[in-house]
């Protein structure tokens, strides 16, 4: 009887703890889940200029992007812009030649970040020389996504839950916005942008990966169980300095663009694409990209350092004498700047360069920049 008695007890108590720790942890779920959610998205601040810059690049650039892009355009610059519209917005395909700071991965950074935002396209590729310099284009494009005030301001349904994780990245895991997961994805080489309701932006997708990493047969399951495959391709100098001066890896890029960046929408696709690059040596990788004869289906076009060339050979030639001179007897080149300084006027007489605004921004090393291009025509 005693036995019983204890026995009815102890089950007793064991009922009661069960219960105890059921609601505890029944409440610490609940709690995990108020913490996992994010409540509900805030309004667009401005429809009228979203919709202005749906179907401009440019606009959208001067407007959401004006710290990355603080100097006017040169006109090589609007070609460019008008490239990426073509191939965002009609599905063109085109090889753009571009020197070096010049800011034509600023310009491919951005352009997924508008084609993403717009939904102008569900699925889009960025493509490096290698896996890490595509992982640093899509860090900066993260940033810009994390820290970007107007573009949080005017599309929240996509910028507002990549805030709310606070660059904590195992946050996206879980998140809800009013009960429902956002499916967001923030990983090292893939950006999923968070499902929330009809926004165009809704589980919108950019991968990166080096030209030589694995490409062939990319797809990307959408929280809805949709597949896709890219549609738009962004290429960034494609080619190192090395790769440039081997012909075997010429050839290897040369096939992969021309074979699996171009097979990525699948069979009977077709995929839109940028390819903006630097010709490093005659016959790389770029050269062979532009020449329309090898590849037309790139459109591929030319721009310049410089489209014409100073007229005063012999001032430039006294300029280059001094430099020698100072820079032998441990001088510097403090006396070459002054004549320059001296002559700038005339010695720039009959130039005109691609980018007219930057070489203003950096008249302080401007006899240094001139002499080499002048270096460069002899």
């Given at each position: 009887?005693?036995?019983?008695?204890?026995?009815?007890?102890?089950?007793?108590?064991?009922?009661?703890?069960?219960k105890?720790?059921?609601?505890?942890?029944?409440?610490?779920?609940?709690?995990?889940?108020?913490?996992?959610?994010?409540?509900?998205?805030?309004?667009?601040?401005?429809?009228?200029?979203?919709?202005?810059?749906?179907?401009?690049?440019?606009?959208?650039?001067?407007?959401?992007?004006?710290?990355?892009?603080?100097?006017?355009?040169?006109?090589?610059?609007?070609?460019?812009?008008?490239?990426?519209?073509?191939?965002?917005?009609?599905?063109?395909?085109?090889?753009?030649?571009?020197?070096?700071?010049s800011?034509?991965?600023?310009?491919?950074?951005?352009?997924?970040?508008?084609?993403?935002?717009?939904?102008?396209?569900?699925f889009?590729?960025?493509?490096?020389?290698?896996?890490?310099?595509?992982?640093?284009?899509?860090?900066?494009?993260?940033?810009?996504?994390?820290?970007?005030?107007?573009l949080?301001?005017?599309?929240?349904?996509?910028?507002?839950?990549?805030?709310?994780?606070?660059?904590?990245?195992?946050?996206?895991?879980?998140?809800?916005?009013?009960?429902?997961?956002?499916?967001?994805?923030?990983?090292?080489?893939?950006?999923?942008?968070?499902?929330?309701g009809?926004?165009?932006?809704?589980?919108?997708?950019?991968?990166?990966?080096?030209?030589?990493g694995?490409?062939?047969?990319?797809?990307?399951?959408?929280?809805d169980?949709?597949?896709?495959?890219?549609s738009?391709?962004?290429?960034?100098?494609?080619?190192?300095?090395?790769?440039?001066?081997?012909?075997?890896?010429?050839?290897?890029?040369?096939?992969?663009?021309?074979?699996?960046?171009?097979?990525?929408?699948?069979?009977?696709?077709?995929?839109?694409?940028l390819?903006?690059?630097?010709?490093?040596?005659?016959?790389?990788?770029?050269?062979?990209?532009?020449?329309?004869?090898?590849?037309?289906?790139?459109?591929g076009?030319?721009?310049?350092?410089?489209?014409?060339?100073?007229?005063?050979?012999?001032?430039?030639?006294?300029y280059?004498?001094?430099?020698?001179?100072?820079?032998?007897?441990?001088?510097?080149?403090?006396?070459?700047?002054?004549?320059?300084?001296?002559?700038?006027?005339?010695?720039?007489?009959?130039?005109?360069?691609?980018?007219?605004?930057?070489?203003?921004?950096?008249?302080?090393?401007?006899?240094?920049?001139?002499?080499?291009?002048?270096?460069?025509?002899?």
């Amino acid at each position: 009887m005693v036995r019983s008695d204890q026995k009815r007890r102890q089950d007793k108590a064991k009922a009661a703890y069960d219960k105890q720790k059921q609601q505890a942890g029944s409440w610490s779920r609940r709690l995990a889940a108020a913490g996992r959610d994010i409540g509900s998205i805030p309004p667009q601040k401005d429809p009228k200029r979203v919709a202005k810059c749906r179907e401009s690049f440019r606009l959208f650039c001067e407007t959401y992007g004006a710290e990355a892009f603080p100097l006017a355009w040169s006109p090589d610059h609007l070609r460019a812009i008008e490239k990426i519209e073509a191939a965002v917005l009609r599905g063109e395909l085109f090889a753009f030649a571009m020197p070096r700071g010049s800011g034509k991965t600023t310009l491919a950074e951005w352009a997924c970040i508008w084609s993403m935002l717009y939904g102008h396209r569900q699925f889009v590729m960025l493509i490096g020389s290698d896996q890490a310099i595509a992982c640093q284009m899509l860090d900066s494009i993260k940033t810009n996504l994390e820290q970007n005030d107007l573009l949080l301001e005017d599309f929240p349904a996509a910028c507002f839950p990549i805030r709310a994780m606070e660059g904590i990245t195992r946050r996206a895991q879980g998140q809800t916005c009013e009960g429902e997961p956002t499916h967001i994805e923030w990983t090292a080489d893939q950006i999923t942008l968070p499902w929330i309701g009809k926004a165009p932006s809704s589980g919108v997708a950019v991968r990166v990966a080096g030209i030589t990493g694995r490409i062939r047969g990319i797809r990307h399951t959408r929280p809805d169980g949709s597949t896709v495959r890219p549609s738009l391709v962004l290429i960034d100098d494609p080619q190192t300095d090395e790769a440039a001066g081997s012909p075997s890896q010429v050839a290897t890029r040369e096939r992969i663009l021309a074979g699996a960046i171009l097979g990525l929408a699948g069979p009977g696709a077709t995929i839109a694409g940028l390819c903006t690059i630097t010709v490093i040596r005659p016959d790389d990788l770029a050269d062979r990209l532009l020449d329309r004869a090898k590849h037309p289906s790139w459109q591929g076009e030319r721009t310049q350092l410089v489209y014409e060339w100073p007229t005063a050979e012999d001032l430039w030639s006294q300029y280059a004498e001094l430099r020698r001179e100072g820079q032998r007897a441990g001088l510097g080149t403090s006396t070459s700047d002054a004549f320059y300084a001296e002559r700038q006027a005339a010695m720039d007489a009959g130039s005109r360069v691609a980018w007219d605004r930057k070489s203003t921004r950096l008249n302080s090393s401007h006899a240094n920049i001139s002499y080499a291009v002048f270096c460069l025509k002899k």
